[in-house]
C-alpha cells in the first residue's frame, strides 16, 4: 500500500513538472504545447544513450540528457510555434503543430534507439526507505524531494527576480509587455526553453524507478495536461496539487484495475473537467501561484 | 389595434467590480420615435446598449420590450423579439460579402429546414431568390449597390457603418440599437445617415442611438436623453434638454476632453 | 462569393476527380480500386469535418469517436447479435446521433483551444477505451469476421460493387454539403465562425446551429465507420489511433480548408501516396509527419484552399538569421 503511495506520489511528482510547463507556456505565450510529453521521454531516453552507448559519467549523461529534451523545446518554439504565433494563426493550428511536433520526437526515438524500454542506475545507489515492512526504492524519494525543490526555486524566480516579473507581465498581455520594452519572442523562447529543461529532468530521474520507451511521450503528455486542467490550468500551485491526485489515482488504477484503464481515467476526467469545471480544483490567479 | 411596442427600462444597474457603470436608470421610448443617448466618455452609454441587447445582465432592475421581460435573456432571444443592434467599431462579418453580410442579415427571414435545403424544394428556391432581392434592395438604399460581391472587411469605414445598419435593418426589427453610427463619418454621410434614420422612424421603428455629434444627435431625435457618471441628469425634447444647467456642467468637461483630443 | 463554381481551379479538381474515379475500375487494377474505396471513405468523412470546421469553424477531434460507434457497433451488432449489416448500420448511426446531441451539448459551449482539446481528448479516450475493453471490444486483437452487405443476391463484398457504394456515399455527402455551403445555413455557420457575437444579434441560434453541424459530422463518420468495417470485415483499434486523427486534418489540410474538392483531394493523397514508397514503411510515419508540419508552416492554405496565406521560406527564419528586414508583427 505504502509502494502504491509512493509511486503515485514520485509519478504524480512528474506530472506536476509537465503539468507546470503547459501552465507557464500557456500564461507567457498564449500556446498549448502538447509536446509538453516528449520533453520527459526525450531527458530520459537520451540520457540513456549518453550513459550506456556513449559511456558518459552518470551526472554528465543527465546533464547532457536534459540538454537534449531543452534544445528540442527550442527547436519547437524557434522552427515552429514562432513563425506561427507571429502570423496570429489560430490556436487550434498552432495546437496541432505541436501535436504532431512530439509524434515526430516519439516516431525519432524510435527509430533511433528501438523499441525496447530501458533504464538506468539510481542516484544514490543503495539509498531506500523502510515504512515498516515496506521497503521503497531510493529514487522515489529523489524524485519527491527534487521536485519540491524545483518548483520552490521556480516560484521564487517568478516571484522575486527581474525575469519573472517580465514573464508575468507577458503573461499579463503581450502588448503591454512589450510596450514596457519587454520581448515576448525571448519571454516564450526561455518559457519553452525551461519547460523543456523541467520535463527533461523529470524523464531523467523516473527512469530508474521505472523504464523509459520511445512511446511513454504521449502518456505523459496527456497525464500531465490533466493534471494542469484539474489543478487550474494555468496556475503552478493547482499543477502540483493536480499532479500529485492523479499521481495516486493513476498508481492505484494501475494496480487495482488494469493500466489500460489509467488513459481511459485519464480523459475521462478530462473531458468532464473540460466542460463541467474549466477552472480546475485550485484555479488561482497565476500571478498568485 | 394593440397599443404599439414600448421599450422601457425601469431602474436599472450594473456594477463591473468596484465600479459602478450604470445606476438607476429609467427611460421609457415609444414605437416610431428617435431618442438620443448622450453624455461625456464613461458616463454608461454603451453599457445600456449592451445591457438592452443583452450582452450584459443588469444587476437591478427591468428592462421589458411591450410584454415581454428582457432582463435575463441572451442576446439571440432579444434579436429574435425584434430588437437589433450595431457596434461602436464597425463590425462586418469578415470573409463574407457586402451582399453576404446582407443576407446573414435575414436569416430569420427563411422557413426551410435542412431537408428542404437539400432537396432543394421549389417553396426553398422562391423564398432564397425573394430575400437574395430584398438585399440587393437593402444595398442600394444604403447606397451600397457598387460593392454587392466585395470582401466587407475591405470596404472604407464609411460604408462600413452603412452595412451595419442595412444589415440590422434586414431582421425586420421594431428597435433598432445604435452605437455610435455617426462616429468617423464625414458631414454627407452623417447627413445621409440621419434620412436613413428619419425613414426608419417614419415605418414605426423604435430607434436609440449613442453618439457624441451633438448636431446630428439634436436634429435628429425626438427625445434626448444625457447621462452622466452612470446616471440621467436630464431627459425632454432636444431643445428643453440643451438649456439645462446640469447638462451643460457635464458637458463643459467633455468639452474639454473633446476639444483638446 | 461563395459558390464554387466560379473558381476554375475547384472545376478542374473535380473533373480530375470524376475521371480518375471512373479510369480506376476499368484499369483493371485491383490495388487501384481497393485504395480508391477507402479514399471515398475518407474523404466523406473529411468532407463532413470540412462541414464543421470550414464552415462552422468549430474545431473537432472526434470524428474518430464516431467512426468507432459505427465500427465497433456495426461489427458487434452483426457479430455477437447476429444483426443483418444494413440494420446495424442505421443504429449505430442513431446511436451516434445520439452520442451527438448528448457531447454536443456541453462541448460546444467551450471556445477557442478548450473545444480542440475536449475534442481531442474524447478521440484519444475512445481509442484508449477501445484497446483497454477487451470483453467488449476483444482489445487489441479486434473483431473479425463482420458480414458483408448485401441486397438481394448482390453482394457488396465485391470490390467493383463496393467501390461504386462507397463512391455514390461520397458524392451524396458533397452534394449534401455544397447545397448546405450556398444557403442560408451555410451562411449562418460562417457568420458564426467569424463573428459569434454578431450572429447572435442578427437572432442567429448560435448554440443549435454549432449542435447541426457537429451532429451531422457525427451521423457522416459513423456510416463511414460502419461501412469501413463491412468493407474490411475487421475492426480493431487501430483504426482510430492517434495517426487517423492526425490524418483526418492533414487531408482536410492537403486539399484546404473550406474549399469543396480538397477533402477528396487530400484523401487521395494521403491514402494512396504511402503506397508508392515501398522500402520505406519504417520511416512512413516520420516522414508523413514531418510533411504536415511543414505544410501548416508554409501552406496553410493548402492545394485548393482560398486563404490568402502563403508564406515565403524566408518568415520561418528566426528574426536575427533574416537578411531582410520584417515589418513588425504580421
Known amino acids: 500500500m505504502t509502494l502504491i503511495l509512493a509511486i503515485g506520489v514520485a509519478t504524480g511528482c512528474v506530472y506536476a513538472l509537465v503539468a507546470v510547463g503547459y501552465s507557464l507556456i500557456y500564461r507567457t505565450t498564449g500556446v498549448v504545447n502538447f509536446a509538453q ?16 552507448i556513449a559511456r558518459l559519467r552518470y551526472p554528465i549523461a543527465i ?10 523545446g527550442l527547436l519547437l518554439w524557434t522552427v515552429v510555434v514562432l513563425p506561427l504565433w507571429r502570423r496570429r494563426s489560430p490556436s487550434y493550428v498552432v495546437l496541432l503543430e505541436t501535436i504532431v511536433f512530439g509524434a515526430i520526437v516519439g516516431t525519432s526515438a524510435l527509430l533511433l534507439l528501438g523499441p525496447l524500454p530501458q533504464t538506468l542506475p539510481p542516484w544514490l545507489p543503495g539509498f531506500a526507505m523502510e515504512f515498516g515492512s515496506n521497503r521503497i526504492d531510493g529514487q522515489y524519494v529523489v524524485v519527491i524531494i527534487a521536485t519540491i525543490l524545483l518548483m520552490l526555486g521556480f516560484s521564487a524566480i517568478l516571484r522575486f527576480t527581474s525575469l519573472g516579473r517580465s514573464m508575468r507581465a507577458c503573461a499579463a498581455s503581450r502588448d503591454v509587455a512589450q510596450l514596457l520594452g ?24 523516473i527512469t530508474p524507478a521505472q523504464f523509459t520507451s520511445a512511446d511513454i511521450g504521449l502518456s505523459y503528455g496527456v497525464f500531465g495536461f490533466v493534471a494542469a486542467v484539474l489543478g487550474g490550468f494555468g496556475s503552478l500551485s493547482g499543477a502540483l496539487v493536480g499532479g500529485l491526485i492523479l499521481g495516486i489515482v493513476n498508481a492505484f488504477v494501475g494496480r487495482y484495475i488494469s493500466s489500460s484503464y489509467q488513459t481511459v481515467l485519464a480523459f475521462g476526467l478530462l473531458l468532464a473537467l473540460l466542460t463541467l469545471r474549466p477552472q480546475g480544483l485550485v484555479g488561482k490567479d497565476w500571478e498568485e501561484a | 389595434m394593440s397599443a404599439p411596442p414600448e421599450l422601457k427600462l425601469h431602474g436599472v444597474t450594473k456594477r463591473f467590480g468596484g465600479i459602478v457603470a450604470v445606476t438607476d436608470v429609467s427611460m421609457a421610448l415609444t414605437a416610431g420615435s428617435v431618442t438620443g443617448l448622450i453624455g461625456p466618455n464613461g458616463a454608461g452609454k454603451s453599457t445600456l446598449i449592451n445591457l438592452v441587447s443583452g450582452f450584459r445582465r443588469p444587476d437591478t432592475g427591468r428592462i421589458m420590450f411591450a410584454d415581454h421581460d428582457l432582463t435575463r435573456l441572451d442576446p439571440s432571444a432579444i434579436a429574435r423579439l425584434g430588437i437589433s443592434r450595431t457596434f461602436q467599431q464597425a463590425a462586418p462579418l469578415v470573409g463574407l460579402s457586402v451582399i453576404e453580410n446582407v443576407m446573414v442579415g435575414l436569416h430569420t ?13 421549389p417553396a426553398m428556391r422562391r423564398e432564397a431568390r425573394a430575400n437574395a432581392q430584398t438585399a440587393y434592395a437593402l444595398l442600394e438604399q444604403f447606397g451600397l449597390a457598387a460593392d454587392v460581391h466585395a470582401e466587407a472587411s475591405d470596404l472604407p469605414f464609411g460604408k462600413l457603418r452603412f452595412l451595419e445598419l442595412a444589415r440590422a435593418i434586414g431582421m425586420q426589427p421594431q428597435v433598432v440599437l445604435l452605437d455610435e453610427p455617426a462616429a468617423g463619418l464625414n458631414r454627407v454621410e452623417t447627413d445621409r445617415l440621419a434620412a436613413l434614420i428619419r425613414v426608419l422612424r417614419d415605418r414605426g421603428i423604435t430607434v436609440l442611438l449613442v453618439d457624441h455629434d451633438v448636431p446630428f444627435v439634436f436634429g435628429l431625435c425626438d427625445q434626448v436623453v444625457v447621462m452622466n457618471f452612470g446616471s440621467v441628469i436630464a431627459a425632454g425634447k432636444p431643445d428643453d434638454v440643451y438649456g439645462n444647467p446640469a447638462v451643460r456642467e457635464a458637458y463643459l468637461g467633455g468639452e474639454d476632453q473633446e476639444a483638446a483630443a | 462569393m461563395s459558390g464554387w463554381i466560379g473558381r476554375k481551379l475547384e472545376m478542374a479538381a473535380l473533373v480530375l ?10 484499369s483493371g487494377s485491383r490495388l487501384l480500386v481497393y485504395y480508391f474505396t477507402i479514399t471515398a471513405l475518407y474523404a466523406s468523412v473529411v468532407i463532413a469535418l470540412n462541414l464543421l470546421l470550414g464552415l462552422a469553424g468549430q474545431v473537432s477531434f472526434a470524428q474518430t469517436t464516431f467512426m468507432a460507434i459505427g465500427g465497433y457497433g456495426t461489427a458487434l451488432m452483426t457479430v455477437r447479435l447476429g444483426l443483418n449489416p444494413w440494420l446495424a448500420t442505421l443504429l449505430a448511426m442513431l446511436l451516434a446521433t445520439l452520442a451527438a446531441f448528448v457531447i454536443g451539448r456541453p462541448l460546444l459551449r467551450l471556445r477557442g483551444h478548450y473545444l480542440s482539446m475536449a475534442t481531442f481528448a474524447l478521440a484519444l479516450g475512445t481509442y484508449s477505451f477501445v484497446t483497454a475493453a477487451m470483453g467488449l471490444t476483444n482489445g487489441g486483437i479486434g473483431i473479425s469476421g463482420i458480414p458483408p452487405l448485401e441486397i438481394g443476391d448482390v453482394s457488396f463484398a465485391e470490390p467493383r460493387t463496393f467501390y461504386i457504394l462507397s463512391w455514390i456515399f461520397c458524392a451524396l455527402v458533397l452534394a449534401g454539403y455544397m447545397l448546405l455551403a450556398e444557403s442560408h445555413v451555410g451562411r449562418a455557420w460562417r457568420a458564426l465562425a467569424t463573428g459569434q457575437d454578431i450572429a ?20 457522416v463518420a459513423s456510416v463511414v465507420g460502419s461501412l469501413y468495417v463491412e468493407f474490411t470485415s475487421f475492426v480493431g483499434p487501430d483504426l482510430y489511433d492517434i495517426n487517423i486523427i492526425l490524418s483526418l486534418f492533414f487531408m482536410l489540410f492537403v486539399g484546404g480548408r473550406g474549399s469543396t474538392v480538397g477533402p477528396i483531394i487530400g484523401a487521395g493523397i494521403v491514402v494512396i501516396v504511402p503506397q508508392l514508397m515501398s522500402g520505406l514503411e519504417r520511416y512512413q510515419n516520420l516522414i508523413f509527419f514531418v510533411i504536415l508540419l511543414l505544410l501548416l508552416l508554409i501552406r496553410p492554405a493548402g492545394l485548393l484552399g482560398r486563404m490568402r496565406e502563403s508564406v515565403p521560406l524566408t518568415a520561418l527564419l528566426p528574426g536575427w538569421l533574416r537578411v531582410t528586414r520584417e515589418g513588425g508583427t504580421a
Open chain 1, 37 to 52: 510529453g516528449s520533453y520527459v521521454m526525450a531527458g530520459g531516453f537520451s540520457t540513456y544513450w549518453f550513459y550506456e
Open chain 1, 63 to 72: 546533464l547532457c540528457g536534459v540538454g537534449v529534451s531543452t534544445l528540442l
Open chain 1, 182 to 205: 519587454i520581448s515576448p519572442e525571448r519571454i516564450g523562447a526561455l518559457a519553452f526553453a525551461a519547460t523543456a529543461a523541467l520535463g527533461g529532468l523529470g524523464g531523467a530521474m
Open chain 2, 109 to 121: 427571414r427563411y422557413r426551410s429546414g435542412l431537408g428542404s435545403i437539400v432537396l432543394r424544394s
Open chain 3, 17 to 26: 476527380v470524376i475521371i480518375a474515379v471512373v479510369a480506376a475500375p476499368l
Open chain 3, 200 to 219: 447572435s444579434t442578427l437572432g442567429i441560434d448560435v448554440p443549435g446551429l454549432k449542435l447541426m453541424a457537429f451532429v451531422l459530422a457525427a451521423i
